[in-house]
């Protein structure tokens, strides 16, 4: 079985600041893992995801995140915060045959001015 | 770009009576998923499809029934609403899985937040 535990379901910080959304997974096969961000009263929108390849991904706005198999992790940051940046962030994996995703229970960034 | 719309974004509906969520997609996707998003739990998933007439339950299918006549529209049906439904009810589009590598990505519609009274 495969789950997925984000760290913090609040975290604020100071725009300008850099932005940390923890994010770790179980899994028994090399998983795919995604980022998604949700904006207040909008679906869930793709940020980044990890398939093969270079454990750095780059997402949309800046964000990116590592994969970090010996520790099952897959942080988000980005160097800098904006006001903009400030939604609910879900982590995601999906490491076995088939088409589910399971998800993590998110992560509500808030931005001070 | 793909787009996945809701039939309602916000409801409101009485106890026991028979609710319709409507979701579809214009991406020619062979996945469809339900899932309800409540405060701490993320997104739980209640049934999904991969193909027409096709459905598998999720995690949490209890209460709910789903329908897919065609390709493009899944329909989430609570027989009876009851008040512990009151939600934020997703619905997701995905191409097929990448076989035993895993899934591809899901595409969102913008959400329903069901009131059940």
């Known amino acids: 079985a495969q789950s997925v535990t984000q760290l913090g379901s609040h975290v604020s910080v100071s725009e300008g600041a850099l932005v940390l959304l923890r994010c770790n997974y179980s899994?028994?096969?090399?998983?795919?893992l995604f980022w998604y961000v949700q904006y207040p009263n909008q679906g869930l929108q793709l940020l980044l995801k990890y398939t093969t390849g270079a454990t750095l991904v780059k997402g949309i706005n800046g964000f990116e995140a590592e994969f970090k198999k010996s520790e099952t992790s897959f942080h988000l940051t980005k160097p800098s915060a904006h006001m903009s940046d400030a939604a609910e962030y879900f982590c995601a994996v999906s490491s076995n045959a088939g088409n589910m995703l399971t998800f993590g229970g998110g992560t509500r960034l808030m931005v001070k001015p | 770009d793909v787009k996945v719309t809701q039939s309602s974004r916000y409801l409101v509906k009485r106890t026991g009576e028979k609710v319709f969520l409507e979701c579809v997609q214009d991406m020619d996707h062979e996945n469809m998923f339900w899932y309800r998003q409540d405060p701490g739990l993320g997104l739980r998933l209640i049934y999904f499809s991969y193909d027409v007439k096709m459905k598998e339950k999720g995690d949490i299918p209890e209460g709910y029934s789903v329908s897919r006549e065609k390709k493009e529209r899944f329909s989430l049906i609570l027989e009876s609403a009851s008040t512990n439904q009151t939600s934020m009810y997703l619905c997701a589009s995905s191409p097929p899985g990448q076989g035993l590598a895993g899934a591809d990505t899901q595409y969102f519609g913008p959400g329903t937040r069901l009131t059940v009274l």
């Open positions: 899994s028994s096969v090399p998983p795919y």
